[in-house]
Structures are given as C-alpha cells and as structure tokens.
C-alpha cells in the first residue's frame, strides 16, 4: 500500500463534488483508505508549485500560499465527492472562502507508481498526487496539519465495509434516490418546517432538520453502497428530525416498498423516508 508522507529533503484540498450519477475512469480496486496521507499535487488548474493535498479520515485540507481550505470527503472504492467545509490562514479572511474548481469537479482516482490521478467525470486528469516535501506551519492551525495522518484503528475501521442488507430491503439505486424524501411521520408538516433531503445527481443532495439546511455530495454504489459527505449547518434548535445526519452517517442506501432507508455500518437503521 503506497501511503503520503513527507519525503526527507525532497522540495521540488459551497458544496462541490460530482454527483452518483458520474462514471469516472477510475481503476474500481482502488481503496480510499490509501488515499490518507500527504500529497504534493502537480498539474492542477489554477494552482502554484508548493500545493499539497493532506487527506484524512473524513477531511482534507488543501494547502496553499494563504494557508489552507478544508473539505469534507466520502469514497466508494475508485470514486470520491467532495465540499468545502472551511478555511485557515490568510485563506479564511476573504468574504468567501476560495474554490478548487478541479478538486470540486474530481469523481475518481486511481493508483500510480508514485502515488495518484485524480480524475473528473469525463475521465480527464483533475491533478496527480505523489510524496514530497511538506506545508509550512500557520499561526491559526496546529502544526500537526503539516504532517502526514496516521492511519490508526480508528482510521481503518472508518473504511470498513458496511454489513449486508436485510433481506427484505432491496438496493437503492441512483434513479430511485433523486427524489424529494422526508422521514415517515412527517407527511402533514407545515412545508417551512418539514424535514427533507433532496439528492440531485449533478449537484449532490440538500436536505434539512426543520430548521437547519445542509448540502453536500453523495455517491451510490453496488448492493446499495452509499457515502456522502458531511454537511455544514447553522445549529437552530427544533422539533424535526436528524436527515442530515441520517444522510451523513449512512453507509447503505435500501427500499423497503415506497420508502427510503438509511442504515449505518453495523446495519442499524438511521431513518425512514417517503417520497415528499
């Protein structure tokens, strides 16, 4: 397993990410677990020599001049959404935090000799990742953001396969999911306060508590397999219920007749969903 770093002497990461629906030329072996580590990117629009791309169980942080960008990630073996979660440095005093238009257009990656190509739904290379030097250190951030993550048991179990279906669910797939859902029990709620989720292939999903709305990127896979993103949200209390997070902390995707459910690694069910 070829694993980031940071190469001794060696000198010379708004929702954004593809939606399922996107079929990159990715080799389908390819684990996301390898992709923890500290990467030099090269070959990436827009950005300068001294960039890396430091990648951790559920984060990234794209380094450059200003400091860095955070992303949330989710994978499925070979493919990969991304969405700006936050920034750090200099990066953070604009009005609004900077894009990576190539990073937020990457669906697929796939392993090389020396590390890795990032590529967008077309099958064109979005970057490519290899060891090599490291970020300078930023007043605003610790400096362990400089360094390569660990891959710990924690890290490993995050990556695990989720258990198997029940056998009276059936798979979701892409063309069932890009629909309006919200929870069981919710159909007679006032529409402003109704709890939803919306997945939209190109785009990735939005989806509410009641009160608080979240976007992020989602990926479908074989079996039901399902990842998505983490989502920001202001935090107004009510009397909803947790979609986003149901959509976050979902690890498989299954109809049961009209309605959507959401089950987590160890197969517990998050929430139910009907068409709305």
Do not use: K
């Not at 860095?68 to 953070?92: D, K, N, V």
């Not at 979005?126 to 951030?141: D, F, H, K, Q, W």
């Not at 990926?219 to 989502?231: I, N, S, V």
Request: proline share 8%.
């Amino acid at each position: 397993m070829l694993t980031g770093c940071t190469a001794q002497g060696t000198g010379a990461a708004t929702p954004a990410g593809a939606g399922a629906g996107a079929s990159p030329s990715a080799a389908p072996a390819a684990d996301p677990l390898d992709l923890i580590g500290l990467w030099r990117v090269t070959g990436a629009e827009g950005e300068g020599a001294d960039t890396w791309l430091r990648i951790d169980a559920r984060e990234m942080q794209l380094w450059r001049d200003c400091g860095f960008i955070s992303w949330h990630w989710a994978a499925l073996p070979g493919r990969l959404t991304t969405s700006i979660s936050g920034a750090s440095g200099e990066c953070a005093e604009n009005a609004a935090i900077p894009d990576a238009p190539w990073l937020a257009s990457t669906v697929g990656f796939e392993p090389t000799a020396e590390g890795w190509l990032l590529r967008d739904a077309d099958g064109g290379v979005t970057a490519t990742l290899t060891i090599g030097g490291a970020p300078t250190p930023i007043p605003t951030s610790d400096e362990l953001y400089t360094r390569p993550p660990v891959v710990d048991a924690t890290t490993r179990a995050h990556f695990q396969p989720p258990v198997g279906l029940p056998g009276s669910l059936t798979p979701a797939t892409v063309e069932a999911l890009a629909l309006r859902w919200i929870p069981v029990g919710f159909e007679t709620a006032d529409d402003e306060t109704r709890p939803f989720v919306e997945f939209d292939t190109p785009d990735g999903y939005r989806a509410s508590d009641g009160c608080n709305g979240a976007r992020g990127g989602w990926l479908l896979g074989d079996g039901g397999l399902f990842a998505a993103t983490a989502a920001n949200m202001t935090l107004i209390g009510c009397d909803g219920a947790e979609v986003p997070g149901w959509v976050a902390g979902a690890r498989r995707a299954a109809l049961d007749g009209d309605e959507l459910v959401l089950l987590d690694d160890v197969g517990t069910e998050l929430g139910r969903l009907t068409q709305g």
